[in-house]
């Protein structure tokens, strides 16, 4: 078999610097904001593209003992990284995942009357079976016991009968807008369902807050708080200052420069036509890497990107490896190949990359490739 050459970095493709030292920072932000509460971290899907095992190893030296991760597959990979913490699985067991579960002591979601029925039988004739966090939908339709599978489970308690459920959750739609009244209503309603399940089970820790309901207030913290995007510095709330300290940085290198006359166009479809001579640089990084393709349209804010704290419009459709800049107004001298062009950093950052490309910012970093050259700053990266 020949060795594996993708991960060369010749230099020509982008670097992702992930500040650890900042994740570390905003968790103990967070921590701060909700003193009540245990703070635990999502960090479903490759820790929200950073990569998940120096994300948990840093989030662990800081003091995090529980995790919520999606699947069954993230939680058996964290259960390797971090051999005592408790990982939450938050799409819940199917048949085909209850023995690795099991195995890996991964604590699963219970997020229907099937997937209690299931669970229940997991431990075998007679025995309890591992402990579980139970979820109620108060306002998402996502996932969770909805109102008739709730009614359904409070008719028939013996259901619950051989599980231990840890905790009680549930989760909001509209932290991020805190004067939307569905934060009020969802959090009525999962107070309710706690007090009528505790009526059945005792005493039972509740969990209610993503990132952007840690900012809501004590009312929404409960036992447990669940923070992801501002663990990782997007902003939790919509149109309020963001108190995150930004985690990551993208840097790709120009490629080539070009002269540009009037009525020539530049990149596929030719939909951009320069309207004075211009010069045009080629960078190196694309959609592929997780650029978003959108911020290279007409209809959003146009994105710029930054050639030593330079503003420089993206210029032309973004494509999968390159994407081209209007260089015409900065020093001749920063537009030359090999320099560095930053596409995230200091002047730049996730959300406005998002927001120019009519996505939100979780999608910008959720979607880092795996070709962008990984740096890691700070923190804990391996044992
Ligand atoms: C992803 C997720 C979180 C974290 O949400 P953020 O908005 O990223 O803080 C919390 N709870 C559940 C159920 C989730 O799916």
Known sequence: MGADHS?????????????????????????????????????????????LEPVARTLSAAGCRTFFVATVGEGLALRHILPAAE??????????????????????TLNSLHQIDLWRHSGGDGDEAASAYLHFDTGMNRLGLGADEAEALFADPSRLHDISISTVMSHLACADTPDNPMNAAQLAAFRAL?????????????????????????????DLVRPGAALFGLAPQIG???PMRQTVEIYAKILQVRSVDTHMTVGYGAAHRVERPSRIA??????????????????????????????????GRVSMDLITLDVSDIPEALAVPGQEVELLGPHATPDSLAASAGTIGYEVIARFGNRLHRVYRGGVTRR
């Open 240 to 242: 309020a200052r963001n």
């Open 87 to 108: 990982i939450i699985v938050l799409n819940g067991p199917s048949r085909e995942s209850v023995s690795l579960i099991l195995d890996a002591s991964l604590s699963p």
């Open 194 to 222: 706690r007090a009528r399940l505790e009526g059945v089970i005792g005493p039972v820790r509740a969990s209610l807050a993503n990132s952007p309901g840690v900012f809501l207030g004590p009312d929404y913290h409960f």
């Open 282 to 315: 080629t960078v190196g990084a694309g959609y592929a890497d997780g650029y978003p393709r959108a911020a290279g349209s007409r209809s959003g804010e146009t994105m710029h990107a930054f050639i030593a704290g330079h503003r420089v419009p993206l210029f």
């Open 7 to 51: 991960a060369i970095h010749d230099g020509s493709g982008a670097t992702l610097v992930v500040d650890l030292d900042a994740v570390a920072e905003n968790y103990d932000t967070l921590r701060q904001k909700s003193p009540g509460a245990e703070a635990g971290a999502a960090i479903k899907a490759d820790a929200y593209g950073l990569g």
